[in-house]
């Protein structure tokens, strides 16, 4: 029972430009969403997150936004550098701790 | 601080074997989980434990797999007798609270023959 979505395994993109990941979930309990990335031979890091009760949260090039009625997630990396480069999870958290998927690989071709 | 500290960082063992993965949290912290990462099936929650008390172990794929939190500073992952089918990567991470940021350690790479 997947309850995270990222329907796109793999993204490229040209440096520059922008990269837009997405993510749906299907648990109506959740309601604190993360983003992490994951570089080879790395444990995932923390990048952005966002609270139920707001619809878009912004740091730098990175904006996270969130459509609660379509229980749809995606992140926004504006512009794109190589180092964007890595595999994005999308954890939600609810009623328990993170549920983390396959996550999606963007790739940012110079 | 270190971060959460995993060893070793690569395992290579034969079938039958008993495997222990060992982290160390970062200190402060009073959750911690272990998670194992498959092609196929991504990032999956094995366990987690909250001040050194498992809280929800349904994620453990089967009675080989075992794990202990003796202390705040100290937890293992332990599989009796390994399988080729546990080939993958292990990471330890560990939190603030149950439901916020979690920090990863670089995982353990296990590849059982």
């Known amino acids: 029972d997947q309850q995270v979505k990222q329907n796109s395994p793999s993204l490229s993109v040209q440096e520059g430009r922008i990269s837009i990941l997405n993510c749906d979930y299907t648990?109506?309990?959740?309601?604190?969403f993360l983003w992490y990335k994951k570089y080879p031979a790395e444990g995932p890091t923390f990048l952005i997150s966002?609270?139920?009760?707001?619809d878009k949260n912004e740091d730098g090039r990175f904006t996270v936004f969130l459509n609660k009625s379509a229980k749809h997630l995606s992140l926004h990396i504006v512009p794109s550098q190589p180092g964007d480069s890595a595999v994005y999870f999308c954890p939600p958290s609810g009623n328990t701790p993170l549920v983390f998927g396959k996550g999606t690989r963007l790739s940012v071709i110079a | 601080d270190a971060g959460v500290i995993q060893s070793p960082r690569h395992e290579v063992t034969e079938m039958g074997q008993e495997v222990t993965l060992r982290c160390k949290p970062i200190s402060g912290h009073d959750y911690l989980f272990w998670y194992r990462q498959t092609m196929m099936r991504g990032l999956e929650l094995l366990i987690y434990?909250?001040?050194?008390?498992?809280?929800?172990d349904s994620g453990m794929p089967e009675d080989r797999f075992s794990a202990k939190m003796p202390n705040a500073s100290f937890s293992t992952l332990k599989i009796q007798p390994s399988e080729p089918r546990d080939s993958a990567v292990y990471f330890c991470?560990?939190?603030?609270?149950?439901?916020?940021?979690?920090?990863f350690g670089p995982g353990t790479r296990l590849t059982v023959t």
């Open positions: 434990f909250n001040n050194n008390v498992p809280i929800d």
């Open positions: 648990n109506s309990m959740f309601d604190y």
């Open positions: 991470a560990s939190s603030l609270w149950e439901r916020g940021e979690q920090y």
């Open positions: 966002i609270s139920s009760i707001k």
